[in-house]
Nanobody
Framework: HVQLVESGGGSVQAGGSLRLSCAAS????????MGWFRQAPGKAREVVAA????????YYADSVKGRFTISQDNAKNTVYLQMNSLRLEDTAMYYC??????????????????WGQGTQVTVS
């Protein structure tokens, strides 16, 4: 069965960095879209970044452009989110998601079929 397992969250001071990982298994990793979302208490889940795994095309929310980088290791079926210059407002639960029938839409949570359990990022 499909599994997405996130790791790498934690607590960091403002201005610091963290790298999240998402290991995917149970489906054909190539030619789909992998996304990172986040949800802060009392707020809606929002997309942070996504990658079209086949060609490696990346997408970013405006709030993280220039600070976050999404990347992948196809050999390991793993997607990463490098987060630099972290801000207080980046504090949230971060989720990895897979859209296995990607049609070009990457921003909406409803587009994604599978989700990881989430990893907490706290910036203070």
């Amino acid at each position: 069965h499909v599994q997405l397992v996130e790791s790498g969250g934690g607590s960091v001071q403002a201005g610091g960095s963290l790298r999240l990982s998402c290991a995917a298994s149970g489906y054909t990793y190539s030619s789909n879209c992998m996304g990172w979302f986040r949800q802060a208490p009392g707020k809606a889940r929002e997309v942070v970044a996504a990658i079209y795994t086949g060609p490696g095309i990346t997408y970013y929310a405006d709030s993280v452009k220039g600070r976050f980088t999404i990347s992948q290791d196809n050999a390991k079926n793993t997607v990463y989110l490098q987060m630099n210059s972290l801000r207080l407002e980046d504090t949230a639960m971060y989720y990895c998601a897979a859209d296995i029938d990607y049609d070009g839409s990457w921003e909406e949570a409803l587009d994604y079929n599978y989700w990881g359990q989430g990893t907490q990022v706290t910036v203070s």
